[in-house]
């Protein structure tokens, strides 16, 4: 049995292509294999209003878990603010955005009349505008060195849900924690 190579390498360079590129940025001075203890700025409160689920108690205790989780499995240790070697923080900003969709309300239909340079056919077709709000959110992670320079920043944006269930929402937490801490430290 023969099997063409050259699809199959096609299809892996469109399936890597389509990769999306973590947002981050960090001092290239730091020595992040010395790091392996940490601790929290500050027991930070959400910011915003109480009516909003994105900035409540249970999604702060969500983002606090799934961050620590994923620094344990790469091997920092949490420690007193005074014993650590990087101090974390992250923050949460909520914007309203806009998406326009231009649609086609009739599909392409002929018409009789007096065309352009005198010809007796003609297309039409009706476009229509569609204005959408909604809420994007964006997670913000902080490394602090003891000195209080930030060494390390990484973040993740999407789009946000309000009709959405505790476990979709723990869900979006955990791919954002993923997604912003898959680089760090950097090698």
Known sequence: ????????????????????TPNYDYDDTVNFS?????????????????KEYFNSDINNKRIVNAIEAKLADKGLRKVSPSEASV??????????????????THPFYWSFGHG????????????NSLQREYKEGALVVDFIAPNKALIWRG????RLSQKSTPEKRAEKVNTAVN???ANFPPQ
Do not use: F
């Not at 973040?155 to 999407?158: F, G, V």
């Open 179 to 181: 997604e912003i801490l």
């Open 87 to 104: 101090l974390v923080n992250y923050h949460t900003t909520i914007s309203k955005k806009r998406e326009r969709d231009v649609a086609n």
């Open 116 to 127: 352009y340079y005198g010809s007796r056919w003609g297309v039409h077709m009706n476009l």
């Open 155 to 158: 973040s993740y944006d999407t």
């Open 1 to 20: 049995m023969k099997i063409a190579i050259a699809p199959l390498i096609g299809l892996a360079l469109l399936l890597t292509g389509c990769e999306s």
């Open 34 to 50: 010395q790091l392996s203890t940490y601790a929290w700025v500050v027991e930070s409160k959400p910011v915003g209003s109480d």
